[in-house]
């Protein structure tokens, strides 16, 4: 029992060490996200990405501070886009955030991470104007224990056509030189009747196979446009509010105490506006990853995993699977090996190379404990 719990402190350690060399070789600085520039992290921007202007919204909740800046960094390492402004929107239910949340959020934006930090506005003008324009019954800042305003307040607050949304649960990956971004812009202007564009899931369907695209999601389900991430056109975004507005019998149709994708969706459908799924997932996926872990071993994983393309699906396409699943993956060797220069460069990343039965065996303990 001693010998094995030596090995694990050691084995933590040697985790530990690897994540912050990882950090130290593949850290994405600040004017990297901020130009247009040609860097050795491969953070580029190519043709007209910089010519658009883009918004990058973010939702974090008092339940997310602890994890916050690992997850926001690994989001943005990826995104491959020269934004106009990245705001990181709090959800505080209307009261004031915690004195640890708010020092999170200094620390994010101070970090030059994101440009500014906002709250979710609940004040009774602005509830009464969303309960007006989404034909809400009651008050329904809240769907059960879920956020709703802060849905509606994320693209009232996006002053540029474009917006991009991740909620924070989110974990994202692409190829180098690739902005998913510039593509989903290229699609909403080519689609008049389409309203957001949605990045791939991994490795479904196969890469190369089919076009780049498609509307086949439209529809099929309630909550067709999803809230947790999407690129959208926020006028037709608005238009299509403004619609509701105007045609009585479509509100009382789709309003009501609805989560905002229940709403959106409703109106979309019978309004015409499509959702765009790109289907390359050898350039670029995404999960949703809800996950409560210690922030290093979290960043171990998205460093040595997510960061180089290597995604643990659950039996839901658009779910990872459970972080022990994570832990035994082959993926996870790496977190007791010296960094590799250019590791998310599309590879796939399923390393072949072994580390040795000991170091696998104390990860199945460790997965195992969690």
């Known amino acids: 029992m001693c010998r094995f719990a030596c090995a694990l402190r050691c084995t933590l350690g040697l985790v530990v060490i690897s994540t912050l060399l990882l950090r130290v070789f593949t850290a994405v600085p600040d004017t990297c996200a901020r130009s247009a520039t040609v860097s050795s992290h491969g953070c580029e921007l190519t043709g007209s990405a910089a010519n658009d202007d883009v918004t990058l919204l ?25 934004f106009k402004e990245r705001v990181l929107v709090a959800d505080t239910h209307g009261g004031a955030p915690s004195r640890d949340l708010h020092q999170v959020l200094e620390e994010i934006r101070l970090a030059g991470l994101v440009d500014s930090w906002t709250l979710v506005n609940y004040s009774k003008d602005y509830v009464a104007r969303v309960h007006a324009s989404a034909g809400w019954w009651s008050e329904h800042v809240l769907n059960g224990t879920a956020g709703n305003l802060v849905y509606f307040y994320i693209l009232d607050s996006c002053r540029t056509r474009f917006c991009v949304h991740f909620d ?154 459970p972080l022990a699943a994570w832990l035994r993956h082959p993926c996870m060797r790496d977190a007791f090996r010296p960094p590799v220069l250019g590791g998310d460069s599309g590879s796939g990343g399923r390393s072949q190379r072994r580390s040795g039965a000991s170091t696998s065996g104390v990860l199945r303990s460790m997965s195992e404990l969690l």
């Open 58 to 82: 973010l939702t974090v909740t008092e339940d997310d501070m602890r994890l916050a800046r690992v997850r926001l960094e690994a989001l943005l390492r990826f995104q491959r886009y020269d």
């Open 168 to 321: 924070l649960d989110i974990v994202f990956w692409s190829r180098l030189s690739y902005s998913w971004i510039q593509v989903g812009i290229g699609l909403l202007r080519e689609n008049a009747q389409a309203l957001e564009v949605q990045p791939p899931l991994p490795g479904w369907p196969p890469t190369g196979v089919g076009d780049t695209s498609t509307d086949r999601h439209t529809c099929l389900s309630p909550t067709f446009m999803t809230a947790r991430y999407y690129l959208v056109d926020a006028d037709r975004y608005r238009s299509l509010l403004q619609h509701a507005q105007d045609d009585g019998a479509l509100l009382r149709a789709c309003g009501g105490d609805r989560h905002w994708e229940e709403f959106v969706s409703c109106l979309a459908c019978r309004v015409g506006f499509s959702r765009l799924d790109l289907l390359d997932s050898g350039s670029s996926w995404v999960l949703h990853f809800p996950v409560d872990a210690p922030p290093w071993l979290l960043e171990s994983v998205l460093a040595n995993c997510v960061g180089r393309g290597t995604a643990v699906v659950s039996s839901t396409p658009y779910d990872a699977a």
